[in-house]
């Protein structure tokens, strides 16, 4: 399985999709309807969808899987009274699958069968999407349910995250301990630390300084510059997260630690903690569809 997208809803999307070609330093996937796709040097036909929308929220964030991958996880969000949708994506690069909300309103989205499109070349695009995290009120629920229903792996928690993968990469996705859902940030994958540190100067051209950053985080050992997007979301440029083994021993909270007035590896990184918070209350989550009826799908399956 593998994090693909996630698709926002929000006014303005020309400037936003503006900001994130010409500044930013993404490339433009094209547009569909009343929606811009932004896209990497990878082979993922978009990394962002950009809907125009009154308001401000997460539409899903998508996973490509198989069909095994798939079934388990209707299986367990019907069983555990989660609710569904079964989907037929009308994003770019196509594919089907189920909508899955989770219990504090996450919308993650599994496709099998969706297409992928040559790889480009730029030396400065993101990769791809290294990680998508996100606020909860409940963090260790929250990652007891993914590794259950998602078949999710918890990699590492620490005072303020529980850090969960979909693969060998240490995250795909995380939860912090924030005390209220939304969308926490949203990191591309630069190709190596000098991608990462080239970003951080072309924002610098345009008035844009770090809200955190540079610096290397302990969970996943991944470089990183955080910045507040113009339209209000936290975006982050990163290297890519290390790669971890099955066996790899879960950390807690005590396992990372930093000296006093440290909160990164390296100790040189600022942190506009207020202007962080206040940004990672922009995108909430809004289902839009009305939950699959079990008895019904269930009878349909054993005829």
């Not at 928690?157 to 240490?170: E, L």
């Not at 844009?208 to 209000?232: D, E, L, Q, S």
Request: glycine share 10%; aromatic share 10%; with cysteine.
């Amino acid at each position: 399985m593998k994090l693909r997208s996630v698709e926002l809803v929000l006014p303005k999307t020309k400037d936003a999709h503006d900001f994130l070609i010409d500044i930013w330093g993404a490339a433009s996937g094209g547009k569909k309807g009343n929606t811009y796709y932004i896209r990497g040097a990878g082979t993922f036909p978009y990394l962002v969808a950009l809907e125009e929308g009154e308001d401000h929220f997460v539409r899903s964030t998508t996973f490509v899987c198989n069909e095994e991958e798939l079934q388990h996880i209707l299986t367990k969000s019907h069983e555990r009274g989660l609710k569904t949708k079964r989907e037929v994506s009308a994003d770019l690069g196509g594919g089907e699958g189920v909508i899955v909300e989770l219990p504090e309103g996450e919308l993650f989205r599994f496709l099998v069968g969706a297409k992928d499109v040559p790889a480009m070349q730029g030396q400065d695009l993101p990769v791809k999407l290294t990680h998508v995290v996100f606020n909860s009120t409940d963090a260790e629920k929250t990652g007891d349910i993914v590794e259950d229903v998602l078949n999710f792996c918890v990699s590492d928690r620490t005072k303020g995250m529980v850090f969960v993968r979909c693969n060998d990469s240490h995250h795909s996705t995380a939860f912090a301990r924030a005390g209220f859902s939304s969308l926490n940030h949203i990191a591309f994958e630069m190709a190596d630390l000098d991608g990462v540190m080239r970003g951080i100067g072309r924002l610098r051209d345009h008035q844009m300084t770090p809200a955190w950053g540079p610096g290397r985080h302990g969970p996943g050992a991944n470089v990183f510059a955080y910045f507040i997007a113009p339209f209000g979301a936290v975006i982050e440029f990163s290297t890519a997260v290390e790669k971890v083994t099955e066996d790899y021993p879960v950390g807690a909270p005590e396992d990372w630690t930093w000296p006093a007035n440290r909160i990164d590896q390296w100790g040189t990184s600022d942190k506009d903690f207020q202007g962080l918070r206040q940004a990672e209350e922009n995108f909430r989550f809004r289902r839009d569809w009305e939950p699959e009826q079990r008895i019904n799908n269930t009878n349909k399956e054993r005829q």
